[in-house]
Structure formats: C-alpha cells, structure tokens
C-alpha cells in the first residue's frame, strides 16, 4: 500500500510541475501579448485564447495537486479541534462521499463532451483563434482522473492514520 502512496504522490508532484510550467508559460504569453499590444499596436486573437487555456489548465491540473498536499480550503472551525483520527475519518468519508463521484461523474460527462468536440474539428469562432479546441476540453476529463488518483492517495493517507490508532489499540 505504501508503494501505491508513493506512486500517487510522484503522479500529483509531476502534475504540480506540469501546472507550474503552465504558469511560467501563462506570465510569458501575457508578457508578449502586452508588447504586441502597447509597443506595436497589435493583437493576437491567438494568444489572447492560448491565455485563458492556460490558466484553465493551471487551475484544473492545480486541484489535485492541491489535494494531495491537503492545501484544498475547508471550514476549520471544528476540524481543527479533532484528534489525527477524526481528520482521518472526516477526509476519508468526505473522499468517499463527494470527492470521488463528484470526479467520476465530471469525467464521464467530459470525455464525450471532449470526444464531440475532437470529431467536429472544433476551432475558435474568432478569425486567428486557436484550432482544436478539443485539447482544452479535454484537460476537463483528465483533471478529473488526476483528482481520482489524488483522492486515493488521501484515502490512503487516511486509511494508514486511522489503522495505527487500531494497532495502538490492541
């Protein structure tokens, strides 16, 4: 099981990387599409949507990401205040309760909506917008198995925490 962690935790640490490198190449885009706008009164339509898919992806690919280092924003009035167990068992129901078919349902749905889009050629409505569409779309479905594959991680986690309260027990 501690194999199976590690795993998890090396596929939410490259998809960190990933995003980071989204981020690095968002400040990047944004930087030329304001040098082409003030200094050279231009515009890329292009650019302009590469903008909001990077930031679409940075923000998808960051959800897992986020999870697996328990970064994710939560009422903590009482969470705070329980023992390592109890988080354990509040993080486990709540992985089990709503983060996973929550992600199972969002990847079902967007595949096929990223599938649709893939078969009608989908492009940018504006003239010099970005071709294949289908590729942003698709960063929906793949964000959600990531998310998958982090919630079990914290599954994991949990399962591990509230076993060695059980071996403290005996």
Known sequence: MKKIEE???KISA????VSALFLLLLLLNVFYDVILRYLFNDVSIGMQELEWHLYASIFLLGISYTLTLDGHVRVD???ENFSPQ????VNGVGTILFIIPFALLISWYGVQFAWDSYQLGESSGDPGGLP???IIKAMIPLSSV?????????LLRSWQ??????RSIK
């Open 14 to 17: 490259l998809t960190g990387k």
């Open 77 to 79: 009035v009482f969470y």
């Open 161 to 166: 925490t509230l076993n060695k309260r059980e």
């Open 7 to 9: 795993l998890i935790c």
């Open 86 to 89: 109890r988080q354990a068992l």
């Open 146 to 154: 990531l998310l998958i594959i982090s919630s079990t991680g914290s």
């Open 132 to 134: 294949y569409r289908w």
